[in-house]
């Protein structure tokens, strides 16, 4: 079994106390850190996520499985991160009411950090008002990014994005919106200036928005 194989398992058995040494012996032997995380770690949430769904596993073997994965990424953190923190303002983020799910924007986070972002995070179940006040707080902020991973709080994350609108927060910052069930057109529909379905190109994406 390879490296990559191993953490792949490891994660998907949700073997907490033996992830954080394998994935620094992967690193120890040259292995790339994205492969890590994208072939391992993600590969292996993916593979629980299917699963979950087909009733082979609950909700407890879901959650140990993210903690493995999120002491993980914390031994890739240093690895996959590297730009100048800040120098294009503050990146406000969290994971909208009602959605508990945090690994994702998370590693958005992480991305949005290494490209030159100051993070804010909100942290998960945020209420549409706890973002507009954030933005308000911070006029230094230029973008913001929601994240929602369950079909029920897509409607939770247009509320947000509504509530953003009317508040006038558009004159501030650019809203971007992801998370597994978004897609470009709900992201158009709702009001949202960006999109994008993983971690790597949301910090293009946030580039972008703020050239
Ligand atoms: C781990 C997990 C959990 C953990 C979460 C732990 C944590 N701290 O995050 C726990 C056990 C708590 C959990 C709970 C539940 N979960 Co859950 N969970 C998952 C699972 C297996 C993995 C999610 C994950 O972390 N993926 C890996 C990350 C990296 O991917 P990601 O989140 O999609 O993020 C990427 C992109 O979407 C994008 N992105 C994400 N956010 C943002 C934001 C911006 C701005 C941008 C640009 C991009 C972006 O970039 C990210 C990185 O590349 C998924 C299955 C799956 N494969 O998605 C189910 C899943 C999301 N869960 C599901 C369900 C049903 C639930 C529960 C309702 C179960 C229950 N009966 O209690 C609860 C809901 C709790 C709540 N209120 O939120 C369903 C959702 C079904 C649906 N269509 O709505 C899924 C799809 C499982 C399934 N196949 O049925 N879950």
Redesign the pocket.
Known sequence: MSKIQEIAATVESGKVKLIEALVQEALDAGVDPNEILNDGM?YA??I???K??ANEIF?PE??V??KTM?KGVEILRPHLSGGSVGKHGKYI?GTVA????????N??ALMIESAGFEIIDLGVDVPAEKFVEAIKANPDCRVV???A????TMDSLKDTVQLMIDSGCKDQVKI??????ITQEFADQIGAD??????GS?AV?ALELVS
């Open positions: 993600l949430m993916s629980v996520g299917q979950f769904q909700v879901m959650l499985s993210a999120k983020i009602g959605d508990l799910h945090d690994i994702g924007k590693l958005v990014g929601a994240s991973l369950l079909t029920t971007m919106v992801g998370g597994a069930p960006g999109f994008t379905p993983d971690a949301a994406k």
